[in-house]
């Protein structure tokens, strides 16, 4: 029977694969049996405390990264009192530096929520479709940022300006998109394995991060309402 903590058996199986030693090697520096590691590794048992500060020092990470608690090795984690709603800054009160921080934490923290759900599929095509529309997402927002600078070199991307410009990366995007529509709706005919995503499943497999992803939940939700609600008002005068 496995363990509530998936994420941690995943983790811990693929820090040893990271560190290129077998089982027997790993089980024996962390001063336990290979029949109890694999179990470990499996989901099959939870370690106690001692197991994972020893578990922490083998392979130079966080508690927090082993449990999954974070997606950074070190521990950083963006926690709710971090978490700023963008819609209610009226003075444009946040330092840009400051905010450019706290975005990253919460996009870098959504997507590993993301993608942490997306493995547990195992649909290698739901998941190549999401990261090559974030990809390109990342991609267009770069290069529109480098191409604000008269004085970057014009012919730093493959894709032609006049392609760009077209629309090709937003096509490309749109493609992704159905293509993991197209993969998820095969996966759940096929009967294929689905995340539980109830709001106390996520908050228990993602304490900290699933914060995250509610306040991008949130805020999309608040502006996309806002252009709705904008565009019906424009139609309510004529």
């Known amino acids: 029977m496995k363990t509530e903590n998936e994420g941690f058996a995943r983790t811990l199986s693929l820090l040893r694969q990271e560190k290129g030693v077998s089982q027997r090697t790993a089980a024996s520096a962390l001063g336990i049996s290979q ?14 405390l001692p197991f994972v ?7 130079g990470v966080s508690a927090d990264f082993l449990l999954g608690r974070t997606l950074s090795r070190d521990g950083t984690t963006i926690g709710p009192e971090e978490l700023y709603d963008i819609s209610d800054e009226k003075n444009n009160s946040i330092k840009g530096g400051v905010l450019a921080l706290l975005s990253k934490k919460l996009l870098v923290n959504s997507i590993g929520v993301l993608f942490g759900l997306l493995g547990r599929t195992g649909n290698r095509e739901a998941i ?12 267009t927002m770069y290069r529109r940022l480098y191409e604000a600078d008269p004085s970057n070199d014009p012919k730093f991307f493959s894709v032609t300006p006049r ?18 529509a197209d993969a998820l709706a095969a996966h759940v005919k096929a009967k294929g394995p689905m995340p539980e995503m109830s709001h106390d499943a996520l908050a228990r497999d993602w304490p900290v991060l699933y914060q995250s992803i ?15 609600g904008g565009r019906k008002a424009r139609q309510e005068k004529k």
Do not use: W
């Open 35 to 48: 029949a109890l590691l694999s179990h470990y590794e499996n989901g099959i048992r939870e370690p106690g």
């Open 163 to 180: 392609h760009f410009q077209a629309g090709l990366a937003e096509a490309d995007m749109k493609c992704c998109e159905a293509e993991l």
């Open 128 to 139: 190549q479709a999401a990261s090559g529309y974030l990809s390109t997402a990342v991609y």
């Open 214 to 228: 509610l306040q991008v939940v949130h805020n999309t939700g608040e502006r996309v309402n806002a252009i709705s």
């Open 53 to 59: 500060v020893r578990a922490c020092d083998y392979y």
